[in-house]
């Protein structure tokens, strides 16, 4: 079952923040983020392995909430670097990565 | 370390041709996934495969798609006969064992058919 990630699309100022959403209707073993930029593969961001972990990379982080299925992405004070679309990724079975649509998250000076 | 590597980077066939993707993974790697991406579909998940054995096949769209791991350093995706609606990136992508491995995606292949 593939996750549901809001909001599909988002646009921001550099400086900014933004939140994105991953949900799930099954009970997952992790959670991943990835981002991808145009024409090039996703690169991993992080990994969540228990409810309520929260994780950080540089300005990014992550938390999980195992009871409500979820994970959230948080980007704080956007830089141009940021721009990209970021896929929620979830292991529903022990090993079977299902993607969410995506975010596109577009930064403007 | 070499990373994930995949071959061809763009191919360009006609309908009812057979079309071979070729993808290496990081050594020592247990997991190996196929994605196809498409604007319509995003990233999906085809096949996947776990100590060379295929896991779970239900993504794989139809017959004409299937995918083998004859070792642990080598995995193939054939289309035959392709159709256009076979036009799309596929990535091929690795892990360890357990489930802290980030997953590794290759550059990806991609494939248009005319």
């Known amino acids: 079952q593939q996750p549901v990630q809001s909001p599909q699309a988002v646009i921001l100022r550099e400086g900014e923040d933004a939140v994105i959403n991953c949900s799930s209707s099954?009970?997952?073993?992790?959670v991943h983020w990835y981002r991808q930029k145009h024409g090039e593969a996703p690169v991993f961001l992080m990994i969540?392995?228990?409810?309520?972990e929260q994780k950080g990379h540089e300005k990014i982080s992550a938390s999980f909430n195992e009871k409500k299925q979820q994970s959230s992405l948080y980007l704080t004070a956007s830089q141009l670097s940021y721009s990209g679309t970021y896929f929620c990724?979830?292991?529903?079975?022990?090993?079977?990565?299902?993607f969410g649509q995506g975010t596109e998250l577009s930064v403007k000076p | 370390d070499a990373g994930v590597i995949q071959s061809p980077r763009h191919e360009v066939t006609e309908m009812g041709q057979e079309v071979t993707l070729r993808c290496k993974p990081i050594?020592?790697?247990?997991?190996l996934f196929w994605y196809r991406q498409t604007m319509m579909r995003g990233l999906e998940l085809l096949i996947y495969?776990?100590?060379?054995?295929?896991?779970?096949d239900s993504g794989m769209p139809e017959d004409r798609f299937s995918a083998k791991m004859p070792n642990a350093s080598f995995s193939t995706l054939k289309i035959q006969p392709s159709e256009p609606r076979d036009s799309a990136v596929y990535f091929c992508?690795?892990?360890?064992?357990?489930?802290?491995?980030?997953?590794?995606f290759g550059e990806g292949s991609r494939l248009t058919v005319l």
């Open positions: 990724g979830t292991d529903q079975s022990g090993g079977k990565l299902i």
């Open positions: 099954k009970a997952l073993y992790s």
């Open positions: 992508a690795s892990r360890r064992q357990g489930n802290t491995g980030e997953l590794f």
């Open positions: 495969f776990n100590n060379n054995v295929p896991i779970d």
């Open positions: 969540l392995l228990k409810g309520g």
């Open positions: 050594s020592g790697h247990d997991y």
